[in-house]
């Protein structure tokens, strides 16, 4: 996991993963509405890395790399993740009953699908999407740090 301080806004870590509340924001180049648009999100969900704060704006980044800041009303606390591809074959995610590679099979989640992290532990995520429900391991997510527990 990064090394985190607390953010000078809120006191909650920085760097930390949110999610996007609202289906249309506006990401800025700066922390204030006197800078200029650089785009517009238009996906309620999507899991998004604040990595500062300034006042009520939180410079975030997307599992793209691109960055920018946006107003913090626009942001959750609840956790999403993206499926992501492995270095060595790309394949589907695979959900598991039990955190456990052993487990049975309960479906398949492809790359860049958008899931509902509900909990992380040894180094395993417990995720929703699409109806299903399942295990599967961290590395395989965008939206949490290698080693996260949470519940």
């Not at 998004?48 to 704060?53: D, G, H, N, P, Q």
């Not at 626009?74 to 456990?100: F, K, N, Q, S």
Request: with cysteine.
């Amino acid at each position: 996991m990064p090394e985190r301080t607390p953010g000078a806004a809120t006191g909650l870590p920085v760097p930390r993963f949110v999610s996007l509340k609202s289906g249309r924001a506006n990401v800025r180049r700066g922390p204030g509405t006197d800078f200029p648009i650089d785009w517009v999100y238009r996906k309620s969900g999507v899991p998004l890395e604040v990595i500062a704060e300034s006042n009520n704006w939180r410079r975030i980044r997307d599992h793209e790399g691109d960055g920018g800041w946006i107003w913090h009303s626009m942001l959750d606390g609840e956790r999403t993740a993206i499926i992501e591809g492995t270095e060595d074959d790309g394949a589907h995610a695979v959900l598991h009953a039990e955190p456990d590679e052993a487990s049975a099979v309960i479906a398949y989640a492809e790359n860049g699908l958008l899931v509902r992290v509900t909990s992380c532990k040894a180094r395993w995520c417990h995720l929703e999407a699409k109806g299903y429900e399942g295990w599967t391991p961290q590395g395989r997510l965008w939206g949490v740090y290698p080693g996260e527990n949470f519940d």
